[in-house]
C-alpha cells in the first residue's frame, strides 16, 4: 500500500499547485493596468462575418445591430455565410442589409468549415480589409463593438476577444448557469491574463482578427472548437491574443437541458481532440520559447480533461487505501467531501461575488446561482461520458429569441 501513499500524495500536490495557480492569476483581474498606448491613429476597415445556417428567427437583429454602429458606414461590410439553408436566412440577410455568400453542399458542417470557405474566397481576391470580426447568428452586437475594437487594432492587437455577454440569462436554469461560467470567464481567465500579459482565449464569438494575420494560410482549423483550436495555433506561435472589455456581444444560450448537453458535448469532445493535436507542439512550444505565455496555453488545455481524469484517479486511490485498511472511514469521507464541497458550494459563493463586482442584479438570477452546481456537475458528467464515448456529428442548436440590441441596452 505504500505505491498507493505515495501516489495519492503525488496527485494532491499535482491538483493543489494547478490549483493554486488559477486562483493567483484570477487574482489578477483586480489589478488596474494603464491602457495600452495608441500606436496609429486611424479609422480601419472591417469585415463582420456571420456563419449562419438557418437562422431565420434571429439574423435580422444580429444584422441590424451591426448597421447602428457607431463606426463610419462605408468602412463596415456585413457578410452572412449562409450555410446549406433551407429557410429564409438568406433573403432576411440580404433585406436587413447584409451581402450574403450562400454555401451548398460543401463538405464539412462546423462553423470552422464555413470560415475556412469563406475566408479562402477574400484571400484570393485580395480584399481591401483591415480586420474581421466573427459572430453567431443569434448574437446582437453593442454599438460601440467595432468603435472598440478598432482601438485594440490601433494599440498593435492582432486577435482580439471581445466581452461574451448573454441576451437571454434569466430564461432558465440552463441559461443562468451559462451566463455566471461566461461572466467568471470573462473576469476571472480573460481579464485576469491580458492584466499579466498572457494571452486569453477567442471564445467562440464576438471575436476580431487582423486579415494580415491569416492571409498566408487562410483559416485552417479542423476540430469541433475551432476558437480553442485557432487561439492554441497562436499561443504555439508565441503569440498573445487580447481583450476587450468594452467590446461587447450579446449571446443566446440553449434553455433546455437536452440542447446543452449536446452542445457542451461538442465542446468537450472539441477539447479532447485539441488536446491530442497540440499537447505536444505546445509542449515544444515551451521548451523552445520558454515564456509563461506558451506554458499557461499548455496548462489551459492539460487542465481540462487531464485534470478532471486526475481527480478521478485520486478518489480511486483514496476508495482502495481505504479497503487495505490504510485510511480510515472517516478519512475516506473527509477526502471526499474535500473536493464535493468546493464543486457544489464554491461555485454559488463565486458566483454571487461576480454579479457583485459586475453590478448585476441577484434577485432574477437567483433560481440559476442556487443551480449552478448542478449545472458544473452535469459538466462533469459529460467528461465522463466523453472519455468513452464521443459524437463528433454536428448539431444545430434552435435559437428562438429574437431579442433587439434596444432591449438589452
Not at 479562402?120 to 453567431?136: G, H, S
Not at 504555439?236 to 458535448?265: C, H, M, N
Request: net charge neutral; proline share 3%.
Amino acid at each position: 500500500m505504500e505505491y498507493l501513499y505515495i501516489l495519492q500524495q503525488a496527485i494532491v500536490w499535482i491538483i493543489t499547485i494547478f490549483w493554486l495557480y488559477q486562483l493567483l492569476i484570477s487574482i489578477c483581474s483586480f489589478v488596474k493596468l494603464k491602457d495600452k498606448p495608441m500606436l496609429i491613429n486611424k479609422n480601419h476597415k472591417f469585415m463582420a462575418i456571420i456563419p449562419a445556417h438557418n437562422e431565420e428567427s434571429v439574423i435580422e437583429n444580429l444584422v441590424e445591430s451591426l448597421k447602428k454602429q457607431d463606426y463610419p458606414k462605408d468602412l463596415l461590410d456585413i457578410y452572412v455565410i449562409a450555410d446549406n439553408c433551407t429557410d429564409r436566412t438568406k433573403l432576411l440577410a440580404e433585406n436587413a442589409g447584409a451581402i450574403v455568400y450562400e454555401r451548398i453542399h460543401e463538405e464539412g458542417k462546423t462553423k470552422g468549415h464555413a470560415l475556412q470557405w469563406f475566408l479562402a474566397q477574400k484571400i484570393e481576391e485580395n480584399a481591401d480589409y483591415d480586420a474581421f470580426c466573427v459572430f453567431d447568428a443569434d448574437n446582437i452586437v453593442d454599438s460601440n463593438f467595432i468603435k472598440n475594437m478598432n482601438k485594440k487594432l490601433c494599440q498593435g492587437e492582432e486577435v482580439v476577444q471581445g466581452y461574451r455577454d448573454i441576451k437571454n440569462p434569466t430564461d432558465s436554469w440552463i441559461a443562468s448557469g451559462y451566463a455566471i461560467f461566461y461572466w467568471m470567464m470573462n473576469r476571472f481567465y480573460h481579464l485576469a491574463r491580458y492584466n499579466l500579459g498572457l494571452s486569453t482565449l477567442i471564445n467562440g464569438t464576438g471575436f476580431m482578427v487582423k486579415f494580415d494575420v491569416i492571409k498566408p494560410n487562410g483559416w485552417k482549423t479542423y476540430t469541433l472548437t475551432e476558437d480553442i483550436e485557432f487561439s492554441l495555433q497562436r499561443i504555439i506561435a508565441g503569440k498573445k491574443l487580447g481583450w476587450a472589455t468594452d467590446a461587447i456581444v450579446y449571446d443566446e444560450q440553449p434553455v433546455g437541458f437536452k440542447q446543452s448537453w449536446s452542445q457542451r458535448s461538442r465542446w468537450t469532445v472539441g477539447h479532447i481532440q485539441c488536446m491530442e493535436k497540440y499537447t505536444k507542439e505546445l509542449t515544444n512550444s515551451v521548451k523552445e520559447k520558454k515564456t509563461l505565455v506558451t506554458l499557461d496555453g499548455l496548462l489551459y488545455i492539460v487542465g481540462s480533461i487531464p485534470m478532471f481524469v486526475i481527480t478521478i484517479l485520486l478518489l480511486v486511490v483514496n476508495a482502495a487505501l481505504y479497503m487495505g485498511e490504510s485510511m480510515t472511514k472517516m478519512e475516506l469521507i473527509w477526502s471526499y467531501m474535500m473536493y464535493i464541497i468546493p464543486t457544489f458550494l464554491l461555485p454559488i459563493a463565486t458566483g454571487a461575488i461576480i454579479m457583485i463586482l459586475d453590478k448585476r442584479p441577484i434577485k432574477p438570477m437567483l433560481k440559476g446561482l442556487l443551480c449552478y452546481p448542478l449545472f458544473l456537475g452535469s459538466w462533469l458528467l459529460i467528461n465522463f461520458k466523453c472519455l468513452f464515448k464521443r459524437e463528433t456529428n454536428w448539431e444545430k442548436i434552435e435559437h428562438v429569441r429574437a431579442i433587439k440590441i434596444n432591449e438589452v441596452n
